[in-house]
């Protein structure tokens, strides 16, 4: 699915179900992968750049939004392919590079224990990260990719504002289905609260579509629905606190 004029989503499912996340292609004079969705989904990607015309040795960089296994499972079978570099937040990168385990559920606490039979299914092959990057970076791609922490789903989460395009990549800061905009998985995130202030950072950016890691992107009243969003979840949480 073509989303802007440089920009593929690359989706099993629209990001729902066994083979998790959506991943993002982002092409010019190179390519550029963001995320890579659960371990397995590397073949789905490669044929999907065969039938663009690119080779896996097209591809450059690779940003992970955050460390969750549905986003980074196939990161270690695509490195090899492709030889990119891999960029992440300084937060999520012990993740990544297998120097602290994947925590898998963080509320409630008890479930953790309860789920840690099967720990495997989020488990991930570690990783180096190559290049970190903080708030306020920009990256030399598309005419310039700004970096955002929004954490709260993950502490290293990051959102990819491409301004030359009007897209915004939120990983899973935010999640879409047919009923609408959601929050992620209360289970897999660590800080509600946080991830609250999130959503209304991202409100404030001046896109025209916003690509997730769960659902299909939105390309029409993007920001306004974002806006309203904030608006009605900020105002929820606030009475239940």
Do not use: C
Not at 76 to 104: C, F, M, N, W
Not at 219 to 229: G, L, S
């Amino acid at each position: 699915m073509l989303i802007t004029s440089h920009i593929y989503q690359l989706s099993r499912l629209q990001g729902r179900g066994i083979w998790g996340a959506n991943v993002f292609l982002l092409v010019r004079d190179t390519l550029t992968l963001i995320d890579t969705g659960f371990k397995g989904r590397s073949t789905h990607i490669i044929r999907e750049l065969a039938r663009l015309g690119y080779s896996p040795t097209d591809i450059t960089s690779i940003i992970i939004t955050h460390h969750h296994a549905d986003h980074t499972g196939s990161l270690a079978t695509l490195k090899e392919a492709t030889r990119a570099k891999v960029i992440a937040h300084p937060a999520d990168a012990p993740y990544i590079d297998g120097s602290l385990p994947q925590p898998g559920p963080a509320n409630p606490e008890w479930l953790s224990d309860i789920l840690a039979p099967i720990h495997g299914l989020w488990a991930t092959v570690p990783v180096v990260v190559d290049e970190l990057v903080n708030d306020g970076d920009k990256l030399p791609i598309l005419g310039g990719i700004d970096i955002l922490h929004t954490p709260g789903h993950t502490p290293g989460s990051i959102s990819l504002f491409v301004r030359g395009e009007g897209l915004v990549i939120v990983g899973d800061v935010l999640s879409r289905s047919t009923l609408g905009l959601s929050l992620p998985s209360k289970a897999f995130t660590i800080d509600l609260a946080q991830e609250i202030q999130s959503i209304r950072r991202l409100a404030s950016l001046d896109f025209s579509s916003i690509g997730f890691g769960h659902g299909s992107a939105l390309t029409r009243n993007a920001r306004r629905v974002v806006t309203d969003f904030a608006s009605r979840t900020e105002s929820k949480y606030n009475d239940v606190t």
